[in-house]
């Protein structure tokens, strides 16, 4: 079956501080990968993806490359703000674009000023 | 950019007692809409799909009878947890996909069940 393994939070980092949230997956088939944001009181909304092997998905700071070799999907960002406080959730999906996805467990992230 | 609308945010209720939550796309059509399930320190789990017009399609080992999902419309579906006990107490959630050029799937705010 389909399954994400994301890195277990929380994760509190100091404003500038390196980000890196690990995520890693199995897949029937070849498939395409996401993380989704949730702030505080709001739906989760797409931040980045990447639909075949050694795309990279970058959005507002945050980059992920699509690694096939490690099946690894592993969250970035060179210096974080507290706007980016919020749980991190790393997905896929397999068999065309009806975003049927298979969620990892979420990595909540908080960064103090 | 598009919305999706969950309500309530937040229920508590007696067990025995039937929840409806109600997730609204608010400026699109959408044929298709999902529910999730979360419990805590747990992933997100997909319960069933939401098909305008035609029968819900549950994923494995959810209880259709219990979890009842209505798409009556383009911009409304529905879930009910009937006869709700402690153990249904989660988090909720439902998101709608929009098609079209720039295909992609928005979420609501989640409800947060607790059965007493």
């Known amino acids: 079956g389909n399954s994400v393994t994301q890195m277990e939070g929380p994760v509190t980092l100091s404003e500038e501080a390196f980000l890196t949230i690990n995520c890693t997956y199995t897949a029937t088939g070849y498939p395409s990968l996401f993380w989704y944001v949730q702030y505080p009181g709001e739906g989760l909304q797409l931040l980045l993806k990447?639909?075949?092997?050694?795309d990279k998905g970058s959005n507002k700071g945050f980059e992920a490359t699509y690694r096939k070799e490690t099946t690894s999907f592993h969250l970035e960002k060179g210096s974080v703000q507290v706007s980016d406080s919020a749980v991190y959730f790393c997905a896929l999906s397999v068999g065309g674009s009806n975003y049927k996805l298979t969620f990892g467990k979420g990595t909540l992230l908080t960064v103090n000023p | 950019g598009a919305v999706v609308s969950q309500h309530p945010s937040r229920v508590i209720c007696k067990s025995g007692t039937s929840v409806k939550i109600e997730c609204r796309s608010l400026d699109f059509q959408a044929t298709t809409m999902f529910w999730y399930r979360q419990f805590p320190k747990q992933s997100l789990m997909l319960m069933a799909t939401?098909?305008?017009?035609?029968?819900?399609?549950?994923e494995q080992g959810v209880e259709k009878d219990k979890f009842l999902i209505n798409h009556a419309s383009l911009t409304l579906s529905t879930l009910t947890v009937t006869s709700a006990h402690p153990e249904d107490s989660s988090f909720y959630i439902c998101?709608?996909?929009?098609?079209?050029?720039?295909?992609?799937?928005?979420f609501g705010s989640g409800t947060q069940l607790s059965v007493l």
């Open positions: 939401s098909n305008e017009g035609s029968k819900a399609t549950y």
């Open positions: 998101s709608a996909y929009k098609e079209g050029q720039n295909e992609k799937l928005f």
């Open positions: 990447a639909t075949k092997a050694d």
